[in-house]
């Protein structure tokens, strides 16, 4: 099941350095952590997001603690946190302080006994982005009791009952957006805590997909029964609390808006009218007035600092650079998040973020990024962060990247260290696109089409460099906005599309 309201968004400072934080609560868990980080790790070794793992131990006797600090360690270029609560803080609590000590935009809890099996992460994790909330649910349980069987529906039940929603499952371990987690945390820390915030979050109007997958029950050793006189307590104070929040909705329900009248036909405007005035205006067609519409909602779109300038100076090339990004496009098409290399002002960025599920991109000018925060629509918002690609990895991982009009401005001296560093980004299926112009087009181009370039490329030396990277290496001509498998010396643009990495 999906909800169909529109995904929230997260407001300005709040951090969020990386996809996801996963989050691992112990009590006494010395034998389990880390194989459970072994298998968190297996899980996101296919998937291109970012992500920290945060191990909590929760007052344990044991050993975990000291476990957890030797994988850390053994294992430096592991994104491992340890914290350590002073005493026996419970799962819900650990949960919600866990939300302000993660750097990840979503969150998830992954249970410290390495009970769920890394298939089960991977699908949940996968559908990162798609909704403010993923939720599991299991409709088998082999080696389940019937009582307890009972007792877990029957609970979904009384919920669903009290809060008006339907669910498949309350109990399981849901993916948030972590600043969720921070904004409507639960006030009781007990069994009950996901309920109360599957149901806050649910009634604020978070959008949401149910997803069911095959379970892997455990026995609890002796004593661990989760029916006790504390969860009670809990449950029931969960019930009370989402009874309390339907009865409000149902006696203070938001006030509706006003009736709106419809809209007056005005007069056809002359040709000198000024942009603030057409609001009133009507086109002589019908099927043009969302143009207008458009416009009085959100402004006229503003073109980007370098686009702004070939519009003025020579319009046929942004023709040539929006069908550059086109290529990208399909190339790159559904890749999971994708990486962008010296975006400039990114305006043909938006272009293969409408093919892929996630773009990032990045440029090493403070000012090109500045400039496309400013002018980012909401509709077709990615990330966008300062990073000179010469200085290091960009963090995170990717199963897509793409620099067009960059490798010509960087010294030869300095290419592979540009390039091994985007390859390090990349996960082990991921693709590089490589384009600048050719260096025979050189003796033809004008002026400022040649400021900067360094290091343009034949479609052999374009080859060479990849081939040190990647098994398999095309080269695609470009004339004009045509791309074809040409003769290149005689083509104006190189692309190079290169995949299967030779360290994976």
């Avoid at 994790?125 to 798609?130: I, V």
């Avoid at 005035?277 to 043009?288: C, H, K, L, S, V």
């Avoid at 360094?454 to 695609?476: A, E, P, W």
Wanted: aromatic share 10%; glycine share 6%; net charge neutral.
């Amino acid at each position: 099941m999906t909800t169909p309201a529109r995904q929230w968004s997260t407001p300005d400072g709040i951090r969020e350095e990386l996809d996801l934080t996963l989050f691992i609560p112990c009590l006494n868990e010395e034998k389990c952590v880390v194989p459970t980080i072994e298998t968190v790790r297996a899980a996101m070794d296919g998937l291109a997001y970012s992500y920290e793992i945060l191990v909590t131990d929760d007052g344990s006797r044991d050993r975990t603690a000291n476990v957890v600090e030797e994988y850390i360690q053994a294992n430096p270029g592991v994104s491992v946190r340890l914290h350590r609560n002073p005493g026996n803080s419970g799962l819900a609590r650990s949960f919600v302080d866990a939300s302000f000590r993660g750097r990840g935009r979503y969150l998830r809890l992954i249970c410290g006994d390495n009970v769920e099996p890394k298939e089960s992460m991977a699908a949940i994790l996968g559908r990162l982005g798609q909704a403010d909330i993923i939720i599991p649910y299991y409709p088998v349980v082999p080696g389940k009791s019937a009582s307890r069987l009972f007792i877990s529906s029957f609970y979904t039940r009384i919920v669903n009952l009290l809060s008006g929603h339907r669910l498949h499952y309350y109990n399981g371990h849901p993916l948030y957006r972590r600043y969720d987690v921070m904004r409507w945390a639960s006030y009781n820390y007990g069994f009950g805590f996901q309920a109360d915030l599957l149901t806050t979050l649910l009634d604020e109007g978070a959008m949401h997909q149910e997803l069911a997958l095959a379970a892997v029950h455990r026995e609890k050793g002796r004593g661990t029964s989760s029916v006790n006189l504390r969860n009670f307590l809990s449950v029931t104070s969960s019930l009370l609390e989402i009874t309390s929040r339907r009865l409000k909705r149902y006696f203070y329900p938001p006030k509706p808006a006003g009736p709106v009248a419809p809209p007056a036909v005005p007069a056809p405007l002359p040709p000198s009218a000024p942009l603030h005035i057409m609001n009133d205006a009507t086109t002589r067609e019908p099927q043009y007035q969302h143009s207008l519409e458009l416009v009085k909602e959100s402004g006229p779109a503003s073109l980007g600092l370098m686009t702004n300038q070939a519009w003025h100076d020579d319009p046929r090339h942004l023709v040539f650079t929006l069908s550059r990004y086109k290529f990208v496009a399909k190339m790159l098409a559904d890749r999971a998040h994708v990486l962008e290399v010296g975006c400039g002002d990114a305006f043909g960025t938006r272009i293969v973020a409408q093919s892929v599920k996630r773009l990032t991109a990045t440029d090493f000018d403070p000012v090109f990024v500045a400039d496309v925060t400013r002018r980012m629509d909401p509709q077709w918002r990615f990330e966008c962060k300062a990073h000179d690609m010469l200085s290091g990895p960009f963090p995170g991982r990717y199963d897509g990247a793409y620099a067009l009009d960059v490798i010509e401005h960087i010294e030869p001296k300095d290419e592979q260290n540009f390039v091994s560093n985007i390859v390090k980004s990349l996960t082990r299926e991921g693709v590089l696109l490589l384009g600048c112009p050719s260096l025979q087009s050189q003796a033809y181009a004008s002026p400022p089409s040649k400021a900067g370039h360094v290091n343009c490329k034949t479609g052999d030396t374009m080859r060479t460099l990849l081939s040190q990277y990647f098994h398999n290496v095309f080269i695609f001509s470009m004339n004009d906005e045509v791309v074809h498998t040409g003769y290149t010396p005689m083509a104006h643009y190189l692309i190079g599309v290169a995949c299967t990495r030779k360290d994976a």
